[in-house]
C-alpha cells in the first residue's frame, strides 16, 4: 500500500473500502471482515450509512490491531453545531466502539458548518481525533472554513472519477496543502464506466481491468480513493495495481473523458441544499 501524508503529518492509505448504500448492516460486516482480509486498512463509514455499529463489530472481529487500521466517519446536517458535533462525535465513537477518530468529516458544506469545526478542533487537539476534514466542500467554501479557523481541513473528500475528475478544486486543495479524497470513483455504476472502450483497451496493455486503471490514474494523481468491491476476487484485484504504471501520454488521454459536472448532484441549485438540509436520520 502507498500512502498520503497529510498536512499534520499523518500517513493515510492512499486507497480504501467504502460503506455506502450496503443493504443490511450483516452484509456490510460481512464486506468490512472481507476487505481487511484483503488487504485493506482505511475504512469509510458515516453516521448517515447507518452502518456505524456493523463496521466496529467486522473491525473488532478482524483481530487486526486498531494502530494498523485507518478509520473516518463523518457528520450529518441534522447533527452540526458546537454542542451538537460532540455529542453526534460521541454516538459515533461508541457505536464504532474505539478510543478515538483517525479522520472525522463535516459531510455536507450545509448547516452550522462553523460550530461544528469549533468542536472538531476541540476533540483533534484532545487527541479524540488525528485528523478532521471536510466533504462536498467547493474551494470557495475550504477557503472560507480555513480563513476563519486555527486547524486547517485535512481532507476534502468530493466526488471525483474519469467522468468528474475535479482538475481545478484539485490543484486548488494541492497548492494549500488539503488532501483530496475520492468517492464515486467507478461513477456508482452509471454511465457504463466500467465497460468504456477504451479504458477496457487500456487494460488490456497491462493486464488489467478498467476498473484497476481507475485506481492507477488515481493513486498517479495522489488521490486517496475510497470504493466498494463486494467479491473477494474483485476486492483482491482493486489494490493490486502497483505493478504498472500509465505513461503521460496515457493519463493525458484520460482527460478527455472529464465532462466537468457531477453525475450524482449539483450543490449549486437550492432544492438540493433544501432536501439535504431537512434529511433526517435514526443516529
Known sequence: MEYAVLNNGLKMPLMGIGTAQIDT???CE???QRAIAAGYRLIDTAAAYQNEEAVGRAIKASGIQRNELFL???LWIQDSGYKETKQAFDRSKKRLGVDYIDLYLIHQP????????RAMEELYEAGEIKAIGVSNFSSDRLADLMLFHKVKPAINQIEVHPYCQANEIHQYMQAVNVQTEAWGVFAGGKSCLLKNDELVRLGKKYKKTAAQVILRWMLQRRIVSVFKAVSMEHLKKNIDILDFELTDKELLQMMHFDTRQSIFINYNLPETVQRLGMTRFAI
Open 25 to 27: 448492516a450483516d452484509q
Open 30 to 32: 460481512q464486506y468490512v
Open 72 to 74: 473516518t466517519t463523518k
Open 110 to 117: 450545509i448547516g452550522d458548518i462553523y460550530g461544528s469545526w
